[in-house]
């Protein structure tokens, strides 16, 4: 009987230990995230971001970070524009983009998420470079990173060599 509790007394602060360390969870504040692009002649948004997000601004280094957005969400302010970016994309085939973190640091006064990009069937490194405003039980995360659709297989006519995503993303606890 003693070691029973002995044992549940052990498992019991290892669990709080796991949860101070893990850091906070965070959690996308309904359609107020902003994912926005720009590049060449194209510019636009998506809208519905999805992410999974353990942070703590002491300790970035045990962050993690999975965030997807639905391809058919693109919107570029024309219709046609629309439907020629969601073929691009291969909105059909590859109805998501996704990034999961490998690694987060801190950068002078923000923050460096390195990770995984998948778009278009195709998974390239990327680094996003992120503030967060933290505000108790709220927080805004701002960054910014770029892309070479090329290398992700985005090469219809008209695509841009590079664009810059740019994240606004309001967290709550």
Not at 7 to 27: D, E, M, P
Not at 122 to 136: E, H, L, S
């Amino acid at each position: 009987m003693k070691k029973n509790i002995h044992q549940s007394i052990v498992l019991l602060f290892i669990g709080l230990f796991v949860l101070v360390l893990a850091g906070s969870t965070w959690k996308v504040k309904g359609d107020e995230a902003v994912v926005e692009f720009t590049g060449g002649k194209i510019s636009g948004s998506f809208k519905g971001l999805k992410a999974d997000i353990v942070f703590d601004k002491e300790h970035p280094e045990q962050a993690k970070i999975s965030a997807s957005i639905e391809v058919p969400t693109i919107a570029t302010g024309f219709f046609l524009k629309n439907s020629h970016a969601k073929d691009a994309l291969g909105a059909d085939e590859h109805p998501q983009i996704k990034f999961s973190s490998t690694s987060v640091s801190k950068a002078g006064d923000a923050y460096l998420a390195k990770g995984n990009l998948t778009m278009k069937g195709a998974t390239k490194p990327v680094t996003i470079r992120f503030t967060f405003d933290d505000k108790g039980n709220q927080g805004v995360f701002k960054g910014s990173f770029k892309v070479i659709p090329k290398e992700f297989g985005v090469d219809r006519a008209g695509t841009p060599d590079e664009v810059t995503v740019n994240l606004t993303v309001p967290v709550t606890k």
